[in-house]
């Protein structure tokens, strides 16, 4: 029998990335990425286990390569249009793959073990979502600065320098991605004011950030244990290349895991990130315009009044989102109007943030409480 078991960066960057793997290109600073570094999903585990080590690295090889373009894709394509994929046919890895570089291998008489890279043909993954009318955007953003901070629960300290939180982020491919992030550390002259006051109002990202980084694109990335040590809450608030944001989450730590869980919420993070910029390259998606436009139409849906006063609250506390306007409510339901900095990516993901949950039903998008 053949097992295959890749850690959770593979796992959530094949699976949560989705819906929720990552980057290079500084604008005016680095060099440009090459345009064939987005169709690489590197730093990939693979493990396998079989009756002998031919068969564990053959097995190995074709489930990572079947994930890798599963990953791939899911990159590739803006959330909202996730559901398309399932319309597509079966595709074999083999046949778009362009080739594998091992960068670690092990192995026994009966497994196989390594982190490896595997690069897709990019003109065969275009045709294909092409011919099957299935948007895409392939294009890296200009790179972002992201500041990973951590305040201890006992303390209250904030720290920004190398942790187990700086290293999470680390651990993720930081070059093949269509959001390039470069991690920088707090720097020295940066105090804890500074920090307080771009988190609460990320679009007055100060002349301290901007001149200490060298950028205007500058997202801090703060993580902190609640009082009960049980969850992970995590805030993004900054300016990335689709504009100013703020976003917070919360993770439950199971079993005490926080590193387990720190690089969870690294990848959703960073998965944001690259949907916002999805949005902002995709332009007017599911009727929302990410800048302009008359925004998008949602249908509120609740079982009591109650329960609509508080996802109305919600919606007007949402962050990114403008222009809100609450149409006529029912007994059930309520229309509402509202654009957001981010695309109809971000306002999924900021929703998220507040416990609200928005998909897209028969062409109506549709929220309602995520619990």
């Not at 073990?113 to 043909?121: E, G, K, Y």
Request: proline share 4%.
């Amino acid at each position: 029998m053949v097992t295959t078991r890749p850690r959770i960066t593979a796992r959530l960057a094949g699976a949560m990335l989705a819906a929720l793997s990552i980057m290079a290109a500084a604008a005016g600073q680095s060099e440009a990425a090459s345009p064939s570094d987005v169709f690489t999903i590197a730093n990939y585990p693979v493990e396998a286990r079989a009756k002998d080590a031919v068969t564990a690295k053959t097995q190995a090889l074709a489930d990572g390569q079947q994930a890798a373009l599963r990953s791939l894709l899911r990159r590739l394509v803006p959330v909202t249009a996730y559901q398309r994929l399932k319309s597509l046919p079966p595709l074999k890895a083999a046949d778009f793959l362009d080739g594998v570089s091992v960068r670690t291998e092990t192995n026994s008489s009966t497994e196989y073990i390594a982190t490896l890279d595997f690069s897709f043909q990019q003109g065969a993954i275009r045709d294909t979502l092409t011919r099957n009318a299935i948007p895409f955007v392939d294009t890296q953003a200009p790179q972002t600065v992201v500041v990973p901070l951590w305040r201890a629960k006992e303390t209250g300290e904030l720290t920004g320098g190398r942790g187990s939180w700086f290293a999470s982020w680390d651990g993720l491919d930081l070059t093949h991605t269509l959001a390039p992030v470069k991690l920088e550390p707090l720097k020295p002259g940066i105090g804890a004011d500074a920090v307080r006051a771009v988190i609460e109002t990320p679009a007055k990202l100060n002349q301290i950030f901007t001149g200490e980084y060298k950028t205007d694109r500058i997202v801090l990335a703060l993580g902190e244990p609640d009082l009960s040590g049980t969850k992970l809450v995590v805030t993004l608030a900054g300016t990335d290349a689709a504009g100013s944001f703020s976003l917070k989450r919360t993770y439950k730590i199971s079993g005490g895991d926080v590193a387990y869980t720190q690089e969870l919420a690294a990848v959703v993070a960073l998965g944001i990130l690259e949907g916002r910029w999805k949005a902002a390259k995709a332009g007017a998606s599911g009727g929302v315009d990410t800048q302009t436009g008359s925004g998008v139409q949602i249908v509120a849906e609740f079982a009591t009044l109650s329960e609509w006063n508080e996802i109305r609250s919600k919606i007007l506390d949402t962050d990114g989102a403008f222009d809100v306007a609450i149409g006529s409510v029912s007994a059930r339901s309520a229309e509402v109007t509202l654009r957001h900095n981010g695309g109809i990516d971000g306002l999924v993901q900021a929703f998220a943030a507040h416990g609200l949950t928005l998909d897209n039903a028969g062409g109506t998008w549709r929220v309602r409480s995520t619990f």
